[in-house]
Structure formats: structure tokens, C-alpha cells
């Protein structure tokens, strides 16, 4: 390839925001090069792209749908015991009266879950640490 042709793997040069002229175009062989982490990750060419550390929040969320499926889960075991532990109905088969039962305890305990799982949420935001992050790059990223 000659000089004037653009690299495969490089974009057209754009004027750089913070000076006078286009921005410097790197590509992945010229990314760890020249960088200094004391003062801000640099690449040869380019002002640092920030400060090196960064405070961020550490905390232990919950997720939300599984909370959810158990506090189903648990409803449905209910209309279980409650359909096929029950009097016999010669109107209605222990199906039917499981779909009732499933209705009207897995989605309560739907809710209950999706209530428990918003408690322990706000417990976890009052128990968030602060921490110090380095940024760090990874060489087989392209």
C-alpha cells in the first residue's frame, strides 16, 4: 500500500474537536503503545482520555424476576396441596379446581415476591459502597 491510501481497518480522518487539526487515526497494533496510567490512559498521538480512576458504586442487587417466578412458584405448590388435598366435588375435577387455586395464589404470590424483591433492593442501595476503578484495556479487543 502507498502512504496516501487509508489503512483497511481505519476510518476517513474527522477534525479533531479539541485542535487545529484532523485526528490521528490508530489502529490495533498502536493502542498499548506510549500509554501512561498515572496521568490518564494515552494513546501515541492523543490527549488523555480522562482520568485514570474512577469512583463508582459497589452494591449487591437483587434481580428481580426470579424473585418473582419463586414467590409463583410457591403460590402454584399451594394450589396444589389445596386441590389435591381437599373434599372431592363431583361438579368440578381436581383440575379445574387446581387452575381456580393456581390463579388465586401464584399471582399474590407473584406480587408478594415483586414486593419482598423491592425491600431487599432499597437495602442494597443503603449498603452501597464506594470504590476506586482503574480502567484497563484489553489487548485482543479490536
Known amino acids: 500500500m502507498t502512504s496516501d ?4 481497518h481505519s476510518t ?3 477534525p ?3 485542535g487545529d487539526g484532523p485526528a490521528p487515526v490508530v489502529g490495533p497494533a498502536d493502542r498499548d503503545t506510549d500509554r501512561d496510567t498515572d496521568r490518564g490512559a494515552t494513546v501515541r498521538g492523543e490527549a488523555p482520555a480522562g482520568p485514570a480512576y474512577r469512583e463508582v458504586t459497589i452494591r449487591r442487587a437483587p434481580k428481580f424476576v ?3 417466578l ?3 412458584f410457591v403460590g402454584f405448590t399451594a394450589a396444589l396441596v389445596v386441590a ?3 373434599p372431592d366435588d363431583p361438579t368440578l375435577t381436581r383440575e379445574s379446581i387446581l387452575g381456580f387455586f393456581t390463579v388465586a395464589f ?3 404470590g407473584l406480587l408478594l415476591a415483586a414486593l419482598l424483591v423491592l425491600l431487599v433492593d432499597r437495602r442494597s442501595v443503603r ?3 464506594r470504590a476506586r476503578a482503574e480502567r484497563t484495556y484489553d489487548d485482543d479487543a479490536a
Open 5 to 8: 491510501q487509508p489503512l483497511p
Open 12 to 14: 476517513p480522518e474527522q
Open 16 to 18: 479533531d474537536p479539541r
Open 66 to 68: 426470579p424473585f418473582m
Open 70 to 72: 419463586l414467590g409463583a
Open 84 to 86: 389435591y388435598t381437599g
Open 106 to 108: 401464584a399471582l399474590p
Open 127 to 129: 449498603r452501597a459502597e
